[in-house]
């Protein structure tokens, strides 16, 4: 019995789908040979396709093409703070303009925005999703105001107050998508 090859490269394992792919055998059947020996670390079977494919179309080295890896920045509080000076300096700025400005990746920058940074797009324009303390406070002071009222004036109040979820809507109705932009 041959024990398995616990610590391979993948330098090692394409030199092995080469040599197979030289002795004319097939990636899915490639795959099932390497399997047994290099157990969880194998080549998935994709990977060994993929790299059949290449040797086929006159691919001769073992190792993968150059490629240029950036390093990937963690969002620091500094980086989200950056962030949202982007979007509070321009709110109709695009995740690619702000990824460049970043100096990330766009799905980096898209995940800052919307998931850390709380913002979606509104008519093109970047929103806080959730109310800020300031707009909580303002709200628990009209509640307040509202509990007097109802105090002074009684059940007649009731019938001219409109409630919401916790959307800010402003009295103004545009009549066009392009007047509501600006």
Not at 89 to 100: E, G, H, K, S, Y
Request: with cysteine.
């Amino acid at each position: 019995m041959v024990a398995p090859l616990n610590m391979c490269t993948m330098t090692e394992q394409c030199g092995v789908v080469r040599f197979l792919w030289a002795k004319d055998m097939a990636a899915k059947d490639s795959h099932k040979e390497m399997l047994p020996m290099y157990g969880e670390h194998c080549l998935s079977r994709q990977a060994a396709l993929k790299w059949v494919q290449k040797y086929s179309d006159r691919w001769t080295s073992i190792e993968d093409e150059h490629q240029v890896i950036q390093l990937v920045e963690i969002a620091t509080p500094t980086m989200l703070q950056h962030a949202e000076d982007i979007i509070r300096a321009d709110r109709r700025v695009t995740i690619a303009a702000a990824a460049t400005t970043l100096g990330c990746s766009h799905g980096q920058a898209y995940n800052m925005m919307h998931e850390w940074l709380g913002f979606h797009k509104v008519c093109s324009r970047w929103m806080p999703r959730q109310l800020t303390s300031q707009h909580t406070s303002q709200r628990m002071g009209l509640s307040l105001q509202h509990l007097k009222r109802y105090q002074d004036e009684g059940n007649d109040m009731l019938s001219r107050i409109i409630t919401g979820d916790e959307s800010w809507v402003h009295h103004y109705e545009p009549k066009m998508k392009h007047a509501s932009m600006q």
